[in-house]
């Protein structure tokens, strides 16, 4: 089951601390990966689906509400794809 209001993005190579760090600021999501004392590891929820590594670190979550606006959504998306790209060219891909 899918929740309608919630959103769940991976980014291939890129670790979603370096995302939202990127869009602090401009939009409020939360991490598919936590960080602890031992380092950075992967959501369980996420392992226990089945996700690789490579998405599974990239991974992040978002949500609306009632009261969120189209202009809203445009705004975030466009955030993400700008710091995404930024991310992936700064390491040497496109």
């Known amino acids: 089951p899918r929740l309608p209001n919630t959103l769940s993005l991976s980014f291939r190579g890129i670790?979603?601390?370096d995302i939202l760090k990127g869009v602090a600021g401009t939009l409020a999501a939360s991490a598919g990966?936590?960080?602890h004392s031992s380092?950075?590891?992967m959501s369980a929820v996420l392992e226990a689906m089945g996700v690789s590594p490579d998405f599974g670190f990239g991974t992040i979550r978002l949500s609306v509400g009632r009261h969120t606006t189209e202009e809203e959504v445009d705004v975030?998306?466009?955030a993400?794809?700008?710091i995404a790209?930024?991310?992936w060219t700064s390491q040497g891909r496109h």
Do not use: D
């Open 39 to 41: 380092g950075t590891s």
């Open 80 to 82: 993400l794809v700008s």
């Open 33 to 35: 990966a936590a960080c």
């Open 76 to 78: 975030a998306g466009a």
């Open 15 to 17: 670790m979603a601390a």
């Open 85 to 87: 790209n930024s991310l």
